[in-house]
Nanobody, 118 residues
Framework: QVQLVESGGGLVQPGGSLTLSCVGS????????MSWYRQAPGTERELVAR????????HYADSVKGRSTISRDNAKKTVYLQINSLKAEDTAIYYC???????????WGQGTQVTVSS
């Protein structure tokens, strides 16, 4: 079955950086658009960034534009999200999402917690 496993979250000081990783298994990775979402307590899940199957950038949320980079390595079945100049409002659970380019079937990871605090 399809599995997406995120890693790289943790406690980071304001102004710091981190890189999240999401490894896929059980899927033909190149056939999926990949996204990162986040959800803070009491808020709706928000699309942070999306990347197409060949590495074309499809979306950045205004809240992270200019300080975030999404990338993917299809050989490693991995998508990354780097965020710089972290702010307290970046605190959230970050989720990896895969959507098949044809069927639109989508899959979610279990999430990784990012906390920005001094």
């Amino acid at each position: 079955q399809v599995q997406l496993v995120e890693s790289g979250g943790g406690l980071v000081q304001p102004g710091g950086s981190l890189t999240l990783s999401c490894v896929g298994s059980g899927l033909t990775f190149i056939n999926y658009d990949m996204s990162w979402y986040r959800q803070a307590p009491g808020t709706e899940r928000e699309l942070v960034a999306r990347i197409g199957r060949f590495g074309n950038i499809m979306h950045y949320a205004d809240s992270v534009k200019g300080r975030s980079t999404i990338s993917r390595d299809n050989a490693k079945k991995t998508v990354y999200l780097q965020i710089n100049s972290l702010k307290a409002e970046d605190t959230a659970i970050y989720y990896c999402n895969a959507v098949h380019i044809g069927s639109k079937a989508d899959y979610w990871g279990q999430g990784t917690q990012v906390t920005v605090s001094s």
